[in-house]
Antibody, heavy 125, light 109 residues
Framework: EVQLVQSGAEVKKPGESLKISCKGS????????IEWVRQMPGKGLEWMGL????????RYSPSFQGQVTLSADKSISTAYLQWSSLKAADTATYYC??????????????????WGQGTTVIVSS | QSVLTQPPSVSGAPGQRVTIACTGT?????????VHWYQQLPGTAPKLLIY???NRPSGIPDRFSGSKSGTSASLTITGLQAEDEADYYC?????????FGTGTKVTVL
């Protein structure tokens, strides 16, 4: 079974750092793009960026560039989303999702076909 | 950040047909970019419902269909069922960005 399993919920204080994970299984992890999506409480979906685990090619939405860092370790089929200094406004649920593609880029004809269960991050003093 | 506009809500009785519109621009849908639709049931992760404008992934019932024309796309649910009550999002690509729609809540009366 193809699946993405994300790390558990986090409660952090403003200014703290955090790294959440997304582990793929049941497919060749290095040959699909991993996208990250934010959903703030009661709000819609926002695209953050994506990474190709095969070579760690990374692309960010301008809204999130410089605010977060995407990374991946192909050897353990895991992608990461990290913050160096959290803010209360980072409180949200974060989803990873798979997108077919290649080293030249994601195949935009295909949607995000497999999603993780989401990681809820609460930032509060 | 959303540049794809959807109605906030639509509703229908069981068995009825409902359509959700997704309006983009000449930079995304109007440029020929594919449109995808996702269903998000309460408290769960989104699920791909339609990809490439009109295609259903394996396991998606044929009561869900997609279409596209000009700078807009639509999702139609034919024969609405109680379990279809959820939030629905369109998604496309343009100007090197993936973009989501504002989301539509479907209520089954």
């Amino acid at each position: 079974e193809v699946q993405l399993v994300q790390s558990g919920a986090e409660v952090k204080k403003p200014g703290e750092s955090l790294k959440i994970s997304c582990k793929g299984s049941g497919y060749s992890f290095g040959t699909y793009w991993i996208e990250w999506v934010r959903q703030m409480p009661g709000k819609g979906l926002e695209w953050m960026g994506l990474i190709y685990p095969g070579d760690s090619d990374t692309r960010y939405s301008p809204s999130f560039q410089g605010q977060v860092t995407l990374s991946a370790d192909k050897s353990i089929s895991t992608a990461y989303l990290q913050w160096s200094s959290l803010k209360a406004a980072d409180t949200a649920t974060y989803y990873c999702a798979r997108r077919p593609g290649s080293g030249t880029g994601p195949h935009h004809f295909f949607g995000m076909d497999v999603w993780g269960q989401g990681t809820t991050v609460i930032v509060s003093s | 950040q959303s540049v794809l506009t959807q109605p906030p809500s639509v509703s229908g009785a069981p068995g009825q047909r409902v359509t959700i519109a997704c309006t983009g621009t000449s930079s995304n849908i109007g440029a020929g970019a594919a449109v995808h639709w996702y269903q998000q049931l309460p408290g769960t992760a989104p699920k791909l419902l339609i990809y490439g404008d009109t295609n259903r992934p394996s396991g998606i019932p044929d009561r869900f269909s997609g279409s596209k024309s000009g700078t807009s796309a639509s999702l139609t649910i034919t024969g609405l069922q109680a379990e279809d009550e959820a939030d629905y999002y369109c998604q496309s690509y343009g100007s090197k960005l993936e973009v989501f729609g504002t989301g539509t809540k479907v209520t089954v009366l």
